[in-house]
């Protein structure tokens, strides 16, 4: 590792413990819906990270969070309409980027978990996904010295529990904040948009801030946005069972919209064009208008997080 990466994370470190404040104050965002947990630490981080990362927590130890949420396309899976899971299953949803989690009040695409501690016991146990038990996620984890040793630092219990297990993945996804994009900037009157961003800008204003709000760029409701509705997945209906709700999805974040390509929550759309011309058809807009709204959209791309060292891969090292 250079000292100049090592320097990176050391000072990423530093600044983490404030970073949902600073946002808040600075940048005038709401308060966090979720919040850190009485045992956050960097070791707690860390210990999130390394579970992250490690395939170990799947039934057959071949992929791990990051197999479909990758930090260099905002934690999403670029490569793929709908995620893959253990011997190559396909799911029936998007792995949406992972960014921003502190100001969600639901999870998933159809809102079916509440809290973000509770959001990984799906993808962790369902069998298209990583397809294990918790009890055998919990046996390993306690037979891995290292993994055992963080547990004890941090709980102060000899043996690890599930409560554990999703609080220290709660610590590394809740720190994963977006909010150094050059749209950023420009609110902080650091830069100016272009002619043609800035049309761009009050065509979202016009038409698109409703549902993807600013300074965060999604809200915390489900809406149809009228793509046809396969009969295999109606969204929010099948948690709620009210018909209102069939057709409904989570609103997503346009934040690093760039890098998070499949669109939709089936991942139908390939590129930003073909979405704009989704929505230039329900909204009447022309080539030039929805070019306008793309070069506002790329605006949003935060490549500092996107290229973040201390969100990318790591393995525990062991504290003296």
């Not at 590792?1 to 320097?7: D, E, H, S, W």
């Not at 390394?50 to 670029?78: E, K, M, Q, R």
Request: aromatic share 10%.
């Amino acid at each position: 590792m250079t000292n100049k990466v090592l320097i990176l994370i050391l000072l990423s470190g530093l600044l983490f413990s404030l970073t949902l404040d600073r946002i808040k104050t600075d940048l005038k965002w709401p308060a966090p819906i979720q919040k850190k947990t009485a045992y956050y630490s960097e070791t707690s981080f860390e210990l999130g990270r390394a579970l992250f990362y490690d395939p170990l927590l799947s039934v057959d130890s071949s992929i791990s969070c990051s197999s479909c949420h990758l930090s260099y396309t905002s934690f999403a899976h670029v490569d793929h309409p709908t995620s893959h899971g253990i011997a190559n299953r396909i799911g029936k949803r998007n792995a949406p980027g992972l960014y921003n989690l502190a100001w969600r009040q639901d999870f998933h695409w159809d809102g079916g978990v509440q809290t973000l501690t509770g959001q990984a016991l799906n993808p962790l146990t369902h069998p298209d996904e990583m397809g294990e038990t918790l009890e055998n996620i919990l046996l390993k984890l306690n037979q891995h010295k290292r993994y055992l040793s963080f547990f004890k630092r941090i709980y102060k219990q000899n043996v690890i529990e599930t409560w554990m297990l999703l609080d220290a993945l709660q610590q590394f996804t809740l720190a994963l904040v977006s909010d150094d994009s050059y749209y950023d900037k420009v609110q902080q009157n650091k830069g100016h948009f272009s002619v043609q961003q800035a049309q761009g800008q009050k065509l979202f204003e016009q038409y698109c801030n409703r549902c993807h709000e600013a300074p965060l760029f999604f809200s915390n409701r489900f809406e149809s946005n009228g793509i046809t509705i396969l009969s295999n997945d109606l969204g929010r209906f099948e948690i709620t069972g009210s018909e209102s709700d069939k057709g409904k999805f989570r609103i997503p974040s346009l934040r690093n919209i760039t890098h998070t390509l499949p669109y939709m929550h089936d991942g139908r759309l390939r590129s930003l064009k073909e979405v704009l011309r989704h929505y230039g058809q329900q909204l009447k807009l022309d080539d030039s208008q929805q070019k306008d709204l793309i070069a506002f959209l790329k605006t949003l791309t935060d490549s500092t997080f996107l290229s973040n060292p201390r969100f990318q891969y790591h393995t525990l090292t062991p504290k003296p």
